[in-house]
């Protein structure tokens, strides 16, 4: 099972470094995925990601406090929003409301979590 766990840890970092650019994909949930995946698979992975001068702090903190920064959570509404209007606009009438019902379960979700110090 462990290979499986890098296996997984490995896929959603990826899908979180793919977030940085994409909007439409968000970068803090598959980052803290990666890091519960390598915590079950390898800790010497789980500890690249902890002191990981990027996505270090947010794994940290999340840990911690189960409290994410402020500034991840103005950037993750905004690209929902924006991903939401621009998906609506795009898909079919009888579907475009899926991706801005979902985003705004997120941003509820994420409206409820403590909000860290960091910047």
Request: hydrophobic share 55%; charged share 10%.
């Amino acid at each position: 099972m462990r290979w499986v766990w890098l296996l997984c840890g490995a896929l959603c970092l990826l899908l979180g470094v793919i977030g940085i650019v994409l909007p439409l994909l968000p970068t803090t949930p598959f980052v803290l995925l990666a890091a519960y995946c390598f915590s079950l698979g390898s800790a010497r992975y789980e500890q690249w990601l902890l002191t990981h001068p990027r996505f270090g702090p947010m794994v940290r903190d999340w840990r911690s406090q189960r409290a994410v920064p402020l500034r991840a959570k103005q950037v993750a509404w905004t690209t929902m929003a924006i991903s939401s209007g621009v998906a609506w606009w795009f898909m079919p009438p009888a579907i475009n409301w899926i991706p801005g019902a979902c985003c705004a379960l997120v941003a509820l979700w994420m409206w409820r979590l403590p909000t860290s110090d960091r910047h």
